[in-house]
């Protein structure tokens, strides 16, 4: 796979000989439900307005997420900032290199601890996130609801012993990670993967089967809901309009907005 990886990966702004610990925990956390190429223009302007932790601690809450607007999932800005300030005040600056200590940051889950761990500072931790979950799903042709607690286990345990056997061998685990998650996203595609270029195609059990879009399975998603807001203008005589801070939690939290609500 790291053979693969070096051959075909895409030029992204955060990979490079140097692999910046800030940079690739911003990058990562942009990364969360959102695609490389709506991620990429944003991480650019954000690591310019903010260079280093230091730079983004000492930032405006608004600031922040007036540089984060239009990317959406706004709890992930305020996370980092928050971050931020611990990576400040309790680290030195530094990203935290160890597992306990980096997961104790506001909005770092157990896949942007990996991805951040095993890129930055190559240590052997395994990232699941959903192009390796498709990945893996077909290679061992995992029939169960890839969404449920169990299976991802098992994923997991799947992930852990790639991993490892990869490591043993001499691969650097954050390119080995890369890798996996490079191939779900350009080769190993939800739908039409182009299984012919696959470097696993001899180890993959789904195309054995001839059925690779059948993986993994997941429970249909319920509709999303539609809500109509009805929103007042306030206007003063100076020609100013009221607004106001929507609460943190909740969709579009921590944003400003003209006073109103959901019409039933």
């Not at 540089?67 to 005040?89: N, S, T």
């Not at 680290?91 to 601890?113: K, M, N, Q, S």
């Not at 929507?246 to 400003?256: A, E, F, K, M, S």
Request: aromatic share 8%; glycine share 8%; charged share 25%.
């Amino acid at each position: 796979m790291p053979p693969w990886y070096a051959e075909h990966r895409r030029e992204m702004p955060w990979r490079g000989a140097a692999t910046e610990p800030y940079r690739i925990w911003v990058a990562e956390v942009m990364l969360q439900q959102t695609r490389v190429d709506q991620v990429t223009p944003y991480f650019r302007r954000f690591v310019k307005a903010f260079p280093t932790a230091e730079a983004l601690a000492d930032a405006e809450r608004d600031d922040v997420l007036m540089r984060w607007e239009g990317l959406g999932y706004y709890a992930r800005a305020r996370h980092l900032h928050e971050a931020a300030q611990i990576v400040v005040d309790e680290h030195g600056g530094a990203v935290p290199d160890t597992w306990d200590a980096i997961r104790e940051l506001p909005g770092v889950g157990p896949y942007t601890a990996a991805a951040v761990l095993s890129i930055a500072y190559g240590k052997p931790h395994a990232v699941l996130d959903g192009n390796v979950v498709r990945l893996l799903t077909r290679i061992f042709t995992v029939a169960d609801d890839a969404t449920k607690t169990r299976t991802r286990r098992r994923l997991r345990t799947a992930a852990d012993q790639l991993l490892d056997h990869a490591h043993e061998t001499g691969a650097d685990p954050g390119d080995f990670n890369q890798a996996l998650m490079e191939l779900g996203a350009t080769v190993c595609t939800p739908t039409a993967p182009d299984c012919p270029i696959c470097p696993l195609q001899c180890a993959c059990a789904a195309y054995d089967e001839g059925a690779p879009e059948a993986y993994p399975q997941k429970k249909k998603k319920p509709p999303r809901p539609h809500h109509d807001v009805a929103v007042g203008l306030l206007e003063n005589e100076a020609g100013e309009l009221f607004i106001q801070r929507r609460p943190d939690d909740g969709l579009l939290g921590g944003l400003w907005e003209f006073p109103g609500g959901k019409t039933e």
